[in-house]
């Protein structure tokens, strides 16, 4: 089966995906964008042979799968949408950028009883940290006891705020710690200190972000937006019996004259699109299957509870302390591990 996918936002990264998703994803077709900027969006399609739609209402409508790029803000409108009309949606992170636009978005998907949405929390599936995760949930470094990161961006436009570092930026160090250690987030506290002189007056960079977890796991997020030199992203774990840390490199190390050298990637996109490739390539198998739910990765569960813990980091960002984070009850629907994603070779 054919997925006939749309896509609302095609800026930065919804262009990215749409060339993903028409050129490298077996089984999908995109036949559908939409973009408030309509010279965007025509030329956007043109490079697939894409439909521009007027509106993202529109296009939920003509198309089997809804691909939800726009602006954070834009996303509840559209989530929801597709919800309505049963329509599998994939929508890049945050899922909302408030807990109340979170809380309406699970309140729709648990009273049609199917899961739909899917978040772009896309670390989940990047080989590395799959690596990461494999070996801590094995037990061969023993019971986890803290986590080390760092998300160091080379810079950021000058809109870029100091909220954004964490809503933007350690927010995917967020979604990691829930998912590696397979628990909630309970504490964000929010350290800034001496700033760099890369960052814009007034801009509180670099930020270290402590997470603690339900059973007590601590999670330091050291991020930086102006580190100059590369995209840096760090990971070790330490158990009670040994570390696992994600490695330094997914190409080659050359040793010579006395030194050894190997490339770190200078933006995001290069870095996670081993990542990017394989979440659309799982998410468009698993509504190719046709079950009654279609998702795959990070649920609107995920997507509320990385939003609250962003709550309690902005909280924690003003206060200078540390804030809790509150979450509601998980609903039923998303209290199973159906939607996490297969591994090589998993039978569906
Ligand atoms: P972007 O370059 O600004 O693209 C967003 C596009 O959406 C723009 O073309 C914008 O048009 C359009 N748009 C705005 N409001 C809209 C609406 N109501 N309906 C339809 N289109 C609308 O932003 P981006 O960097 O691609 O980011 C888009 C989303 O992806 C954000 O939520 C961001 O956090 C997320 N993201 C995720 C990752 C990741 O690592 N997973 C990386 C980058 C971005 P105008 O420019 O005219 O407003």
Not at 151 to 166: A, C, D, K, L, Y
Request: aromatic share 6%.
């Amino acid at each position: 089966m054919t997925v006939r996918v749309g896509v609302i936002g095609v800026g930065v990264i919804g262009r990215e995906h749409v060339l993903r998703l028409a050129r490298r994803t077996v089984g999908a077709q995109v036949v559908a964008v939409a973009d408030a900027d309509p010279d965007r969006a025509r030329s956007v399609a043109a490079e697939v042979g894409a439909q521009v739609y007027a509106s993202g209402a529109e296009l939920i409508d003509a198309v089997d799968a809804v691909v939800v790029a726009s602006w954070g803000p834009t996303h509840e409108e559209y989530v929801v949408a597709a919800i309505a009309a049963g329509k599998p949606v994939f929508c890049e992170k945050p899922l909302a950028p408030t807990r109340e636009a979170c809380d309406r978005i699970l309140d729709a998907e648990v009273a049609g009883g199917r899961r739909l949405v899917t978040v772009g929390f896309m670390r989940r599936h990047d080989p590395q940290y799959r690596a990461m995760k494999e070996v801590v949930v094995g037990g061969a470094i023993g019971a986890p006891l803290l986590m080390h990161a760092a998300h160091r961006n080379v810079s950021v436009p000058s809109w870029f705020t100091s909220e954004m570092i964490v809503t933007d930026t350690a927010v995917h160090d967020i979604d990691v710690a829930r998912w590696m250690f397979d628990e909630e987030i309970v504490a964000v506290t929010v350290l800034t200190g001496r700033v760099s002189r890369k960052a814009q007056p007034g801009f509180r960079d670099p930020q270290l972000l402590i997470l603690e977890t339900a059973s007590g796991v601590l999670v330091d997020v050291e991020a930086s937006v102006n580190a100059g030199f590369a995209y840096d992203i760090r990971g070790e774990v330490v158990g009670e019996d040994g570390t696992v840390e994600l490695s330094e490199s997914a190409g080659a190390v050359v040793k010579r004259a006395g030194a050894a050298h190997t490339r770190v990637p200078t933006e995001w996109i290069e870095r996670f699109t081993p990542a990017f490739d394989a979440e659309f390539r799982a998410w468009i198998d698993v509504i190719a299957t046709g079950d009654t739910h279609a998702t795959v990765g990070p649920t609107a569960w995920d997507g509320y509870a990385a939003t609250a813990c962003c709550e309690a980091g902005l909280a924690a960002l003003r206060s200078g302390t540390r804030e809790r984070v509150e979450l509601r009850p998980e609903p039923e629907l998303y209290c199973t591990t159906a939607h996490q994603i297969p591994t090589e070779g998993t039978p569906r």
